[in-house]
C-alpha cells in the first residue's frame, strides 16, 4: 500500500489556506471565532477524505475497461456528407481501352489493360492484370528487379514463397505489396476452392525510383480486416480506403516505396462517388463487376465504362480535381471498380520481362545477375519452392 504522509502534509497546507480565506472574507468575526476552531479535528476530517478520495480514484482507473478497438466501417452521417463538398471540376478522360485476354505464367488467363501495345507504361505504372487461375495452373518461380508488384485478391486463395524463406497466403480481400529491389525469386501458385471457382485478382506493377531499384527485397501484407470502409448515407456508395484519403477515412499504412492511392469502390443504383486525386498524380479506374460505371469527362461530358475496361484520366496539370463517378438510377446491380493513382516519376523506364531498369545496360546485367547468381541472386541458385512443385493444392 501506497504512503499517505504526504496527504497529511497537504492537509495542513489547505486547513492553512481555508483559514486565511475565512478570515479574510469574514473580517468582522475576529480572530477569536478562528480560535474556537478544532484543528485537529479538521485535520483528521479533511485527510480522510482525501484518501477515501484517492483510492477509489485508484480503484476507478484499475477496474476501467480498456476501449474497444475502433471498428473498420465508417458510416457518412448527411451532415458528413455535406461537409464533404462535391467536386466542381473533374479530371477529363484521356483513353478507355478493354482489357483482353491472353495466358500468362503456366496455364493462368489474365486481361491485361495497362503493359500493351495499346498501352505499354501509364507513368509510374507498368502493367495491370486481372488474373483468373485455377489448381494446376498458377505463377510459378520467377525473378524479378527494380519494381514493386501490388496483388489484391478478389476471391480464392493464393499462396506465396520466396527463395529466402518467406510465405504466406492471401484470402479474399487481403493485399501484398512486395518490392522486388535488387533482386528477388518467388513464386505465386492458387488454392483448390471447395466449390472448384476460380481465383481471381489483381496484379499491379509499379516502378521504383532511381534510387530505390537496388534496395533490399521486403514484403508488407493488408488483411481484408485492416482496410477501413466508408459508406454513404444513403448506403448507395461504399469504398474501401486501401491506401489513400475518402470521405475523411485514412488508410492504416502506406505500403508502397512508390506513393500510391488505391480504393475499391462500389456504387448502387443513383449512387454517385467524388473522389480526390494529388495534383499531377496519374490515375485510371478498372471496372471490375457490375452495372456499367458513368465516368465524369470534365465538367461537361460523361462516358459509360463498362466491366473489364481501364478508363485512364488527364493529370490534372490544369486545377482539376479529381473522379466523379455514378451508376444510373435505372440498373438492378451496382458498379464495382477500382480507382489507383501514383505519383509521376522523372527517369527512363527500360523493361524486359521481370526486370525494370533505367537502361539496356542495367537490363543486360541484371539477365547476368539471375544467371550466374550474383548482386542480388545468391539465393537463387538451386532454389525450387515448395508450392510450385505439384502445380496443384
Avoid at 476501449?67 to 464533404?84: F, G, K, V
Avoid at 484519403?245 to 505500403?255: A, C, F, T
Avoid at 509521376?344 to 527500360?350: A, L, T, W
Wanted: charged share 20%; net charge negative; hydrophobic share 35%.
Amino acid at each position: 500500500m501506497k504512503s499517505f504522509s504526504w496527504i497529511s502534509s497537504l492537509t495542513v497546507v489547505l486547513v492553512s489556506v481555508l483559514l486565511t480565506y475565512f478570515y479574510t472574507t469574514n473580517p468582522t468575526l475576529g480572530l477569536e471565532h478562528i480560535k474556537n476552531i478544532d484543528i485537529s479535528s479538521t485535520l483528521n476530517t479533511l485527510t480522510n477524505n482525501i484518501k477515501t478520495y484517492y483510492l477509489n480514484l485508484i480503484s476507478s482507473v484499475n477496474t476501467t475497461t480498456p476501449p474497444s478497438p475502433p471498428t473498420t466501417t465508417t458510416i457518412l452521417s448527411l451532415s458528413d456528407l455535406a461537409a464533404m463538398s462535391r467536386l466542381t471540376l473533374p479530371r477529363r478522360i484521356l483513353k478507355t481501352l478493354l482489357a483482353k485476354q491472353q495466358s500468362e505464367g503456366a496455364g493462368a488467363t489474365v486481361r491485361r489493360s495497362i503493359g500493351t501495345p495499346s498501352l505499354r507504361s501509364l507513368n509510374p505504372f507498368l502493367m495491370l492484370d486481372h488474373f483468373s487461375v485455377s489448381p494446376g495452373a498458377g505463377f510459378p518461380d520467377h525473378p524479378h528487379r527494380g519494381q514493386e508488384t501490388i496483388t489484391y485478391l478478389l476471391t480464392g486463395g493464393m499462396d506465396h514463397e520466396d527463395f529466402a524463406g518467406n510465405r504466406g497466403t492471401l484470402n479474399p480481400g487481403d493485399l501484398q505489396f512486395m518490392t522486388a529491389g535488387k533482386g528477388i525469386m518467388h513464386a505465386e501458385m492458387p488454392r483448390q476452392n471447395p466449390d472448384g471457382s476460380p481465383n481471381v485478382g489483381l496484379q499491379l506493377w509499379v516502378d521504383l525510383p532511381k534510387q530505390l531499384k537496388y534496395c533490399e527485397p521486403r514484403y508488407r501484407d493488408l488483411k481484408a480486416a485492416e482496410i477501413p470502409t466508408v459508406t454513404t448515407p444513403d448506403g448507395k456508395v461504399t469504398v474501401k480506403v486501401i491506401s489513400g484519403k475518402s470521405y475523411g477515412v485514412e488508410s492504416l499504412k502506406d505500403l508502397a516505396y512508390t506513393p500510391v492511392v488505391f480504393y475499391d469502390i462500389e456504387i448502387g443504383p443513383g449512387g454517385r462517388v467524388d473522389q480526390e486525386i494529388p495534383k499531377g498524380w496519374q490515375g485510371f479506374a478498372y471496372v471490375l463487376e457490375g452495372a456499367d460505371v458513368v465516368f465524369a469527362d470534365g465538367q461537361d461530358k460523361e462516358k459509360a465504362v463498362s466491366q473489364w475496361h481501364n478508363v485512364v484520366f488527364e493529370t490534372g496539370e490544369g486545377g482539376e480535381e479529381g473522379v466523379v463517378a455514378r451508376v444510373d438510377e435505372s440498373e438492378t446491380r451496382p458498379g464495382r471498380f477500382v480507382l489507383v493513382a501514383g505519383q509521376q516519376m522523372d527517369q527512363p523506364v527500360v523493361q524486359y520481362g521481370p526486370f525494370v531498369l533505367n537502361s539496356q545496360e542495367e537490363v543486360y546485367q541484371a539477365f547476368i545477375d539471375y544467371q550466374s547468381h550474383t548482386n542480388g541472386f545468391e539465393r537463387a541458385k538451386g532454389w525450387k519452392s515448395e508450392i510450385g512443385k505439384s502445380m496443384v493444392h
